[in-house]
């Protein structure tokens, strides 16, 4: 085997310099990017930020031979859609989408219907939804060509962070809904949201953060001296027990069940019941018993909200919004659209002193406003967790976890629109291609 194509292989011929960019930006757009609506002005600076260090990351691209065709078409697809959305179409061609009959009607009654169109049904919401992918597509292209070590390594900002957050929830918490440490204003109750505009977006943020600091702290154990790595695991628990406090102070309900997803999911990988050594029962059993502590002590914010739940508005706007999705099947209503087309189906009874801005279900949302054309995406998603489950590590397991906490937190919110949370998940993402190109490298290395 070639040395020198090993080297190239596993991404050793990256500059220190992009490293920390990519680091930076993902920094900037965790502490920037937690809401995902009136944000006009941070969404500009991560979006502008974002784009020289995105051409760089795709300039890249062309010196590297080895970055996963697989991740790449993912990526390439999340751009396609709503470029195909936006292509006008002749109006008889137009009229006969699904769901746009009534509306073609309205618009030749009002003398406006002989005009081409796109498929989506608000041209404006998609061209920002494509722009809104910026943030994404920046750190994702950028650990796509880093190399494993280095990948990593930025898992650790997400730690630091996310114990930097929890800090900030305590101030808020402390100062109530008035507090100047509130970056979006006042939350509902006593509740702290971190860098985030929704408590639950916070908890979902938390809990996905728990596997990083896992990550770091075993791998720092694995590779250091038995000093540093007593060091480590003492610096890894108490991180952990910071943010087993912020999903506390949160009050989320969401952030509750996404706690006991994390701690099952973590159990396993910890060595549970491995090599008949019950001191390997410790860690996990002390995380759980803190767990349930923590959420007990953190019932007084959220028990209201539990209480609350029969009346919860989820469930009418997950009915209508599955109405909508099947009337617009197989095109969808246009990437950001969800908003403008529920107001469009409301009745009087159905009206709220609220605005509807998202479904609450990044699922359901996506097949409103995708239709069936989100199975492309879906399908390179799927095929890049399969690869990274086929060659998967301690590391591998672990993001892998941290990325069905976010999707798992996706069926009851919207966790997935804000440019913080996108930016963790092209993280953990981009790892795990990058992971599985390193790993197929060296089993290919082995059989030559």
């Given at each position: 085997m070639n040395p020198l194509s090993a080297r190239a292989r596993t991404g050793e011929?990256?500059?220190?310099?992009?490293?920390?960019?990519?680091?930076?930006?993902?920094?900037?757009?965790?502490?920037?990017?937690?809401?995902?609506?009136?944000?006009?002005?941070?969404?500009?600076?991560?979006?502008?930020?974002?784009?020289?260090?995105?051409?760089?990351?795709?300039?890249?691209?062309?010196?590297?031979?080895?970055?996963?065709?697989?991740?790449?078409?993912?990526?390439?697809?999340?751009?396609?859609?709503?470029?195909?959305?936006?292509?006008?179409?002749?109006?008889?061609?137009?009229?006969?989408?699904?769901?746009?009959?009534?509306?073609?009607?309205?618009?030749?009654?009002?003398?406006?219907?002989?005009?081409?169109?796109?498929?989506?049904?608000?041209?404006?919401?998609?061209?920002?939804?494509?722009?809104?992918?910026?943030?994404?597509?920046?750190?994702?292209?950028?650990?796509?060509?880093?190399?494993?070590?280095?990948?990593?390594?930025?898992?650790?900002?997400?730690?630091?962070?996310?114990?930097?957050?929890?800090?900030?929830?305590?101030?808020?918490?402390?100062?109530?809904?008035?507090?100047?440490?509130?970056?979006?204003?006042?939350?509902?109750?006593?509740?702290?949201?971190?860098?985030?505009?929704?408590?639950?977006?916070?908890?979902?943020?938390?809990?996905?953060?728990?596997?990083?600091?896992?990550?770091?702290?075993?791998?720092?154990?694995?590779?250091?001296?038995?000093?540093?790595?007593?060091?480590?695991?003492?610096?890894?628990?108490?991180?952990?027990?910071?943010?087993?406090?912020?999903?506390?102070?949160?009050?989320?309900?969401?952030?509750?069940?996404?706690?006991?997803?994390?701690?099952?999911?973590?159990?396993?990988?910890?060595?549970?019941?491995?090599?008949?050594?019950?001191?390997?029962?410790?860690?996990?059993?002390?995380?759980?018993?803190?767990?349930?502590?923590?959420?007990?002590?953190?019932?007084?914010?959220?028990?209201?909200?539990?209480?609350?739940?029969?009346?919860?508005?989820?469930?009418?706007?997950?009915?209508?919004?599955?109405?909508?999705?099947?009337?617009?099947?197989?095109?969808?209503?246009?990437?950001?659209?969800?908003?403008?087309?529920?107001?469009?189906?409301?009745?009087?009874?159905?009206?709220?002193?609220?605005?509807?801005?998202?479904?609450?279900?990044?699922?359901?949302?996506?097949?409103?406003?995708?239709?069936l054309l989100a199975l492309l995406p879906a399908a390179f998603l799927l095929l890049?967790?399969?690869?990274?489950?086929?060659?998967?590590?301690?590391?591998?397991t672990l993001a892998l976890l941290a990325l069905a906490v976010l999707l798992a937190?996706?069926?009851?919110?919207?966790?997935?629109?804000?440019?913080?949370?996108?930016?963790?998940?092209?993280?953990?993402?981009?790892?795990?291609?990058?992971?599985?190109?390193?790993?197929?490298?060296?089993?290919?290395?082995?059989?030559?």
């Amino acid at each position: 085997m070639n040395p020198l194509s090993a080297r190239a292989r596993t991404g050793e011929d990256a500059h220190p310099w992009y490293t920390a960019a990519v680091g930076s930006y993902l920094v900037l757009a965790l502490v920037l990017g937690g809401a995902s609506q009136d944000n006009d002005g941070f969404d500009l600076v991560l979006r502008l930020a974002g784009l020289p260090l995105l051409a760089i990351g795709a300039l890249r691209l062309l010196t590297r031979g080895d970055v996963s065709r697989t991740a790449l078409l993912f990526l390439g697809s999340l751009f396609l859609l709503p470029l195909v959305q936006l292509i006008p179409l002749p109006p008889a061609l137009w009229s006969a989408l699904p769901g746009r009959a009534a509306l073609a009607t309205d618009l030749v009654a009002v003398g406006a219907g002989e005009t081409w169109r796109p498929i989506s049904l608000a041209p404006g919401a998609t061209v920002d939804a494509l722009l809104g992918l910026t943030p994404f597509a920046t750190v994702f292209l950028g650990v796509l060509t880093l190399r494993r070590s280095q990948a990593e390594t930025l898992w650790l900002l997400v730690a630091v962070i996310a114990v930097i957050s929890v800090g900030l929830g305590g101030f808020q918490l402390g100062g109530g809904p008035s507090s100047p440490f509130r970056l979006y204003g006042p939350d509902a109750g006593r509740a702290a949201t971190g860098f985030f505009a929704n408590r639950n977006h916070w908890a979902a943020f938390l809990v996905a953060s728990l596997p990083a600091v896992a990550a770091w702290s075993f791998q720092r154990r694995a590779s250091a001296d038995r000093g540093r790595s007593g060091v480590a695991l003492i610096l890894g628990a108490v991180a952990c027990l910071a943010l087993l406090a912020g999903v506390a102070i949160s009050g989320s309900r969401a952030g509750a069940g996404l706690l006991l997803l994390c701690a099952l999911g973590l159990a396993p990988w910890l060595g549970v019941g491995r090599q008949g050594d019950p001191r390997r029962l410790l860690l996990p059993g002390l995380l759980l018993v803190v767990s349930l502590g923590l959420a007990v002590a953190g019932s007084w914010v959220a028990a209201d909200r539990f209480a609350d739940a029969r009346r919860d508005l989820r469930f009418d706007i997950w009915a209508e919004a599955g109405r909508i999705a099947a009337a617009h099947l197989p095109f969808g209503t246009g990437a950001g659209s969800f908003s403008a087309v529920f107001a469009g189906v409301e009745t009087p009874d159905d009206l709220t002193a609220g605005f509807t801005n998202q479904a609450h279900n990044d699922w359901l949302e996506v097949v409103v406003e995708y239709g069936l054309l989100a199975l492309l995406p879906a399908a390179f998603l799927l095929l890049l967790l399969q690869q990274a489950w086929r060659h998967k590590g301690s590391q591998s397991t672990l993001a892998l976890l941290a990325l069905a906490v976010l999707l798992a937190a996706s069926l009851v919110d919207y966790p997935l629109r804000t440019p913080a949370l996108q930016v963790l998940m092209a993280l953990l993402l981009a790892s795990l291609a990058v992971r599985t190109r390193d790993r197929a490298a060296v089993t290919d290395g082995d059989q030559a």
